[in-house]
C-alpha cells in the first residue's frame, strides 16, 4: 500500500484525501490563494472600471440635459456607481485583511450588482423606450453569471472559511 505524503513539505504521512499536513496547511490558509486569487483581481479592476464609468457618467449629464428621461437614466447610473465604489473598496480593504465579513460583502457587492443592472436595463427599456436587446442584457447576463459562481464558491468553500478569520 502506498503512503501519501504532504505535498508542502513532503516530510508527513497524510491521508489519502487530503493535500497537506496540519502545520501546512494551516500556512496556506493564512494567505489569499487558489481560486481566491480571481475574486482578488475582479475587486482591483472593478475598482478602476467603475472609476472610469463614473467619469464618463460626469461628462455625459450636460449632454443629455434636454431630455430629462435620459439624463435621470445617467443620474442614476452616477449614483448606484458611486455607491458600488464605495462598496467594492470596503470590501476590498475586508477582503486584503482577510476579515470575516469579507465572504457576506463580497456577496452582497455581487448581488447589487444584479440589481443595478436590471434597474438600469428597466430605465432604458420603460423610459427611453429603447427594445429589449441582447446587448442590453448582456451586463446582467455577465452579473449574474459572476454571482452564480462566486457566491456558493464564498458560502461553502472550505478556504475561505479558513482564510478569513480576523
Known amino acids: ?24 496547511a ?20 472593478s475598482v478602476i472600471f467603475i472609476i472610469f464609468q463614473i467619469v464618463v457618467a460626469v461628462h455625459t449629464i450636460p449632454r443629455v440635459s434636454y431630455y430629462s428621461t435620459l439624463q435621470n437614466t445617467v443620474i442614476f447610473t452616477l449614483v448606484a456607481n458611486i455607491i458600488l465604489l464605495l462598496l467594492t473598496i470596503y470590501t476590498a480593504i475586508q477582503f486584503f485583511n482577510k476579515l470575516k465579513k469579507a465572504p457576506r460583502l463580497y456577496i452582497l457587492l455581487r448581488l447589487l450588482n444584479i440589481v443595478f443592472q436590471i434597474i438600469t436595463v428597466y430605465l432604458i427599456v420603460d423610459g427611453l423606450g429603447e427594445s429589449m436587446t441582447y446587448s442590453l442584457m448582456a451586463p446582467v447576463l455577465q452579473q449574474g453569471i459572476t454571482a452564480a459562481i462566486w457566491i456558493p464558491y464564498f458560502m461553502v468553500s472550505v478556504r475561505v472559511r479558513k482564510t478569513f478569520v480576523n
Open 1 to 24: 500500500m502506498d503512503k501519501w505524503f504532504c505535498t508542502k513539505c513532503g516530510k508527513k504521512e497524510i491521508p489519502q484525501d487530503t493535500e497537506y499536513c496540519e502545520e501546512c
Open 26 to 45: 494551516e500556512d496556506s490558509f493564512k494567505k489569499i490563494g487558489g481560486w481566491l486569487y480571481l475574486p482578488a483581481i475582479g475587486l482591483i479592476f
